[in-house]
């Protein structure tokens, strides 16, 4: 699944070419409708197809934003403001061109899912392979409550404070610490890989309970997640299974990964092991990690 160094890639490359386009129309794939009359809530959350469609025609992109995993598509229409709101899932994909063919993966043209018609012939397609992603069409975030308890951006002045104040919390001080910072409570935006990352850096095991480290382990692990997704943004997200950035493009990231998806240790040599945390499988040394 995306997390936040591949979403950001994503915002970053849609921003020069999407913002300040107008939507003219929008084109929903027979899958989708089919989905969506069988009572299925794919791709589109939270409103019929119909109404969707009607909704967004002549909607201006004023801006487009991240907020942890989500892209934010800041719309106006009328004066009055709209939020679309899309998750990746685990295998969604943002393209910008003029003709489907333009899409040279065939498995992301095959699940053009999603096509918003803009001014002088460009089209904004979602893709989405699996459908496990969401666009959702709200006047604001209070709309979408769930939107509002996301923790503060990792490199927010107060998103440090934030991370101690849970980790002292009675729900969260007998988690594993890899269950605790992938929780978007807790962080924004940090997923399987980057906290299978930041936990070999600083050499912690991954299923170590929260109680039993120390404030100032603690802040040093959330410095170290901050380093690791900054690092990440800097070279395009990691390009893992269905991941793409904008029109396909790759990352560098998965290429100075150290611990995700490693047979063995970069640092001892032995091979390293797996443990199911949080629901997700994790990759971390017996050796070096304590």
């Known amino acids: 699944m995306p997390e936040l160094p591949e979403v950001e890639g994503v915002v970053r490359s849609l921003r020069p070419i999407a913002t300040g386009k107008t939507i003219q129309s929008v084109d929903v794939s027979e899958t989708i409708i089919t989905s969506k009359a069988n009572g299925k809530e794919a791709i589109i959350k939270g409103a019929d197809v119909d109404v969707f469609k009607e909704a967004l025609p002549q909607m201006m992109i004023e801006r487009i934003d991240r907020r942890s995993k989500y892209i934010y598509f800041h719309l106006m229409k009328d004066g009055i403001p709209h939020l679309l709101v899309s998750h990746l899932g685990m295998s969604g994909a943002w393209f910008y061109v003029r003709n489907l063919h333009e899409i040279e993966e065939e498995k992301f043209k095959r699940h053009s899912h999603v096509i918003f018609h803009l001014e002088e012939g460009d089209m904004l397609v979602y893709a989405d392979i699996r459908r496990f992603g969401e666009l959702r069409l709200l006047e604001s975030e209070a709309d979408h409550p769930p939107l509002l308890l996301m923790a503060p951006e990792p490199f927010d002045q107060d998103a440090l404070d934030h991370y101690l104040a849970m980790s002292i919390l009675p ?19 940090c997923g399987n890989i980057y906290a299978t990352e930041a936990l070999f850096r600083l050499r912690m095991h991954p ?39 904008i029109n396909g493009e790759a990352g560098n990231m998965q290429n100075r990964l150290q611990m995700y998806g490693k047979k063995n240790c970069p640092i001892c040599g032995r091979k390293t092991l797996q443990k199911t945390i949080g629901g997700r499988t994790s990759t971390y040394c017996g050796t070096c990690q304590k």
């Open 171 to 189: 729900k969260y001080e007998n988690k594993a610490i890899k269950e605790f910072i992938m929780d978007g409570h807790v962080v924004s935006g």
């Open 207 to 245: 299923a170590r309970k929260v109680k039993r480290i120390s404030k100032e382990r603690k802040i040093q692990l959330f410095n170290e997640i901050v380093i690791v997704l900054l690092d990440s943004i800097e070279n395009g997200g990691s390009t893992i299974s269905d991941y793409r950035s």
